[in-house]
């Protein structure tokens, strides 16, 4: 059974930083296509970052050199290091892993962890 549990989230002024991590277990982190989303309110969910088996990572365009994603095999844990919060990255963020040829809808998900950027 797979399982994320994420972490890391909070309230944080605009400019500061926060770094998520999410836990897995029944999978392995290392050999699995991960990926951070968030929601805010009365937006769709979108990808924010991904991290493939092959350590190749992807960015939303909003989150560019500002957003790091990375992984720790050891721990079995993703993280999102984030710098330079906007308001507009106020949301929910979660943690997914992707099947093999398949969508991130029909992937595993974490419960989210709320980000809050105030000014």
């Known amino acids: 059974q797979v399982q994320l549990v994420e972490s890391g989230g909070g309230l944080v002024q605009a400019g500061g930083s926060l770094r998520l991590s999410c836990a897995a277990s029944g999978i392995l982190v290392s050999g699995n296509e991960m990926g951070w989303h968030r929601q805010a309110p009365g937006k769709q969910r979108e990808l924010v970052a991904l991290i493939t088996s092959g350590t190749r990572t992807d960015y939303a365009d909003s989150v560019k050199g500002r957003f790091t994603i990375s992984r720790d095999n050891a721990k079995n844990t993703v993280y999102l290091q984030m710098n330079s919060l906007k308001l507009e990255d106020t949301a929910v963020y979660y943690c997914?892993?992707?099947?093999?040829?398949?969508?991130?809808?029909?992937?595993?998900w974490g419960q989210g962890t709320q980000v809050t950027v105030s000014s």
């Open positions: 997914a892993m992707r099947p093999y040829r398949s969508t991130w809808s029909r992937g595993s």
